[in-house]
């Protein structure tokens, strides 16, 4: 089986995986038309402020991408962070030809430490966190890291009061 790691580079570069072939579903949008802007706007108002999201469009190359890297014959797991994007590229690659296929339902969120080999030996949980929470160490896989220390520790504690200020 190979590996398709269909996560955006925002998500890659945090921490990648072992010989999986990186090919985003979703890029960064990078028009500065009025539309898009508002649709940036949006996404940081609904919550982009606080996990670090941003307005992404489809890449229209996928497929293109995919089947350049990747024969139709060869059984192909694809993942993403949460799940969700790995089921709608499931289905893209089943009507484009390929018949064995398989996503990581839940997502590498769902991984724990050491299940998949990743660039710097990194924990792949980490890759979808950002924002506000990351900076603060406010998330799930952050506490865990930090169990036991008062909102994860003296160095959390020192940004929160250094963002009040």
């Given at each position: 089986w190979r590996l398709l790691d269909i996560r955006p580079p925002s998500e890659t570069q945090k921490v990648g995986i072992v010989?999986?072939?990186?090919?985003?579903?979703?890029?960064?949008?990078?028009?500065?038309?009025?539309?898009?802007?508002l649709k940036k706007s949006a996404t940081i108002g609904t919550g982009g402020w606080w996990l670090g999201g941003t307005h992404m469009i489809p890449n229209d190359d996928f497929l293109a991408q995919v089947q350049a890297q990747i024969p139709k014959d060869t059984p192909v797991v694809v993942a993403c962070q949460k799940g969700l994007r790995s089921l709608a590229a499931a289905e893209q690659l089943s009507r484009a030809g390929y018949s064995k296929l398989a996503w990581i339902n839940g997502g590498l969120d769902t991984a724990r430490p050491g299940d998949l080999p990743t660039t710097d030996d990194k924990d792949v949980r980490f890759a979808g966190i950002g924002g506000l929470s990351e900076a603060l160490g406010w998330t799930e896989v952050q506490q865990e890291y930090n169990q036991g220390q008062f909102l994860g520790g003296v160095e959390n504690i020192l940004k929160f009061v250094a963002l009040i200020l």
């Open positions: 010989g999986a072939v990186a090919i985003p579903l979703y890029v960064e949008d990078p028009s500065n038309s009025f539309a898009s802007l």
